[in-house]
Structures are given as structure tokens and as C-alpha cells.
């Protein structure tokens, strides 16, 4: 028994030396196998905002076992997110794995939404007036003159050749009318613009006559009728307008202030209220003139009534339009429409408050109808956004003015000047965000 315990123990101990004698071995993990992830794409869009607006994040990510974001913008449960930024920010995505980590930047522009503002800042100059441009009408004996009062705008200093709007006033035919919407045409000249104001001179007794037979209409009896006054301011607003536009030659010829100052190149004419009917029909619409003069055109070369424009117009703007069944304005249905030959940039600027003498919906109406392509509208959603409003005189809501003011400089400088940024203003968010969604810019 003792010799077998024995033999036990020293085995034992044997065995506890040899085991004593020999180095530790540390087992390592296996190592990692996979590479590192790989991040394809990261990208914010749009990548450029307005304060208040949201952008998405993207990202295509693979071999990844935990994807993070800095700054933090809450669980990542797919591969995109969306976020609204107060500032500028740049995100960081980051993508693990046992390989280790790859990241990716991606940067999100945040600026303040703002009105534009035309890039060029004149002060108007004394306004030239006692110009009055004459033209001829009728055929063979029945020929007459027809005399249109201008006064011209223009900035002081301004050099080189200058963009020039064509106003037409609102209202009646008004032997006074270039001196109205004197705030329009100050605006404009601001912006580096000559601005020719016209006033639409009503006719006499026998002018109304004259009119009637150049058109193989019988005389009226009844030459106090509104329907009479109707019809020969129908006519005479577009005609007067192309007579002024035709005259711009000579102008600077017998103007020393406007001598090689226009820019035949840049030419735009607008109007508010009924001066919209003479910007639309100047430069495009047709109108149903009578019961046997139906789709008239103002442009149509071919008509002995008509005298041919001379120079090309760049843009139209119409503050406060009529639509359909208004001035002779129609809509038959099938395209069969006023405006279906408007290929001209066009702006449109109305409200729901904008009611006089036409219902907001009818100034509405001819927008979708012109045909697609640099058209745009701007409406204010506010009742105290009222007719007046769009001649920049409503003194009892004043707020409005710089959104209407704003938007038509844009429209101008953009489709007159060429201005890019300009135009690119008029497809933004800048003035719904700025009038807390009353306003609202539409492009078709």
C-alpha cells in the first residue's frame, strides 16, 4: 500500500515540474476575414434650402454592421432620411464592421428665405413728358389720326442701352392716364428699366363712327353707350400700344435723354387691370370684337385694321387679368380659346380678395389655358389683398406690396435682363415662406 502511494506521489510531482518548466500560450481570436464596409453613395436632396424646409439624406452602404450619424438624426432604419436642418450642416455617416470603420460626408446649404431684389439700383430721373406719338387708321377716305400721350421714365446715370417696359394704366380711357401707377413705373426705373407710361385717350362722337366703318360696321346711334365705349376701347388700348412701341425709333432720335439708351432687344410691356386686357391683347390674345368679328388678333398681319409690330416683345406681365366671357375674352372649349397663341413668358398676379369688377376665379382662369412653358403665376390667399393691392396702392394693407413688387422684378429680370438667378427666384419657396403660405408662386 505505502509503496504504491508512494510511487503515486512521485509521479505527481514529476509531473507538476515538467508542467512548471514550460511557457504560457495566449489564444488569440480568429482574425477578420471581411474588408472594411464600402459607402457608394451619400448625398443630401436637394442639398441647398430655405429655412424651414426639409431635404433627404441617402445613402447606399454594404458590408456594414452598424451604420451611425453625426450629427445624430435618430434611428437609422433604412437608407435614407429626412431631416430639417436650422443652419448649414455637414453629416457625417459612418459604417463598422470587424474590419473597422469607413465614413462620408455630406454638406446641407441652410439660408433665410428673402424677396428679390434687382441686382441693378438707379434713382429715376425727371420724367419726360409732352411727347405724343401719332398714328393712321382707316382705308381711303376714311383715314384718321389717333394720338397717344406718353410720359417717359428712365434712370438717372444709367449707361449703355436699357431694357424698356410698356405700362398700360387701369380703368377707363383716360386722357391723364400716364401719370397713374406712377409707383409701377418708379419701381421698374429703379431696377435700371426705361418705362414708357401711355395714355388711352377716349374718342369723340364722330371717332366712334370712324372706328365703326373701318370695320365695315354700321355707325352707332347711340354713341354714349357703354357697349360703344366698350368696343372702341377694345381696339383702341392694343393699338395704341403697338403704335408706341413702333415709335421707339424715333423717339430716340428726337430725345436727346433716350438717345442710344433703348435696348431693342429687351422689350416687355405690362399693365394692371384693364391694362392686363392691353398687355395680353398687344402681344398675343384675340378677342371676340363682335358678333361678326369673332377671334380678332391684334397681330394678324393680314388684316387691313392691323398695323404690323416692328419690334419683339420679351415678356408679358398682367396684374389683375381678365379671363373668359370679360373684354371680349372667350373660351370655346377644345383649346378654342384668347390665349392659345400666348407663347411669351407670362405673370400673372391676382388674389382672392381681387374682386372688383371681375370675380377672382375669372382673373384666375386664363392661366392654365396659355400654352405650357416660362408662364407663372403669383396669388395671394387673403381677402385684404384687394384689387388695388395690384396696382400698389392699397394704403389700408400696405404688407402685400413687396411680394407683388418683388415677384414682378424677378419675372422682368429674369426673362428681360436674363438674369438667371432672377428666374430661378420664381420657381422657389422664398415668398410662400415668407408670407406664411398666403403667397404662392406657380410655374407651368
Known sequence: MTSKFTRRLLALAFGLA??????????????????????????ASPAALLTGQNTTLSWTVSGASQVAMTPSVGTL??????????????????????????????????????????PDQFT????IDGINIAAQYGVGGNTYTRTTPILV??????????????????????????????????????????????????????????LFTEF????????????????????????????VLNALASLEQTNPQLAGRIDFDRIAIGGWS????????????????????????????????????????????????????????????????????????????TASGDATDTPPANRVAPFPLLPPGNKHMMFINDVSATHESFGLVNTTS???????A????????????GLAPARSYLTTANLQLISTGKATLTTR
Request: aromatic fraction near 8%; glycine fraction near 8%; include cysteine.
Open 398 to 404: 400696405p404688407q402685400f406690396d413687396p411680394w407683388i
Open 216 to 243: 365695315g360696321l354700321a355707325p352707332p346711334t347711340d354713341t354714349v353707350a357703354s357697349e360703344i365705349f366698350e368696343f372702341a376701347a377694345n381696339i383702341d388700348r392694343p393699338r395704341d400700344a403697338i403704335a
Open 153 to 210: 421714365r428712365h434712370p438717372q446715370g444709367a449707361t449703355g442701352r436699357r431694357p424698356l417696359i410698356l405700362w398700360s394704366h387701369g380703368g377707363g380711357m383716360l386722357p391723364d392716364g400716364k401719370y397713374h401707377n406712377d409707383e409701377w413705373g418708379n419701381l421698374f426705373v429703379r431696377a435700371g428699366y426705361i418705362v414708357i407710361h401711355m395714355s388711352h385717350v377716349p374718342r369723340t362722337g364722330p371717332e366712334f363712327s370712324l
Open 406 to 417: 418683388s415677384t414682378a422684378l424677378a419675372f422682368f429680370d429674369g426673362y428681360v435682363k
Open 124 to 127: 429715376p430721373a425727371t420724367p
Open 77 to 118: 432604419a433604412s437608407s435614407s432620411v429626412v431631416v430639417t436642418p436650422t443652419a448649414s450642416t455637414t453629416y457625417q455617416l459612418s459604417a463598422t464592421n470587424c474590419a473597422g470603420t469607413t465614413t462620408a460626408q455630406a454638406t446641407v446649404t441652410v439660408t433665410s428665405p428673402a424677396l428679390y431684389t434687382s
Open 274 to 349: 384693364r391694362g392686363s386686357y392691353t398687355a395680353r391683347t398687344t402681344a398675343c390674345a384675340k378677342i371676340n370684337l363682335a358678333p361678326t368679328i369673332l377671334r380678332y388678333s391684334f397681330r394678324d398681319v393680314t388684316k387691313v385694321t392691323n398695323t404690323p409690330l416692328r419690334v419683339q416683345l420679351k415678356a408679358v406681365l398682367a396684374n389683375s387679368p381678365q379671363g373668359p366671357g370679360r373684354l371680349s375674352f372667350y373660351d370655346n372649349g377644345g383649346g378654342d380659346h384668347s390665349w392659345n397663341e400666348c407663347t411669351l413668358p407670362d405673370l400673372t398676379q
Open 18 to 43: 515538467a508542467c512548471g518548466g514550460e511557457e504560457s500560450t495566449t489564444v488569440e481570436p480568429p482574425s477578420c476575414a471581411i474588408p472594411s464596409p464600402a459607402i457608394s453613395g451619400f448625398a
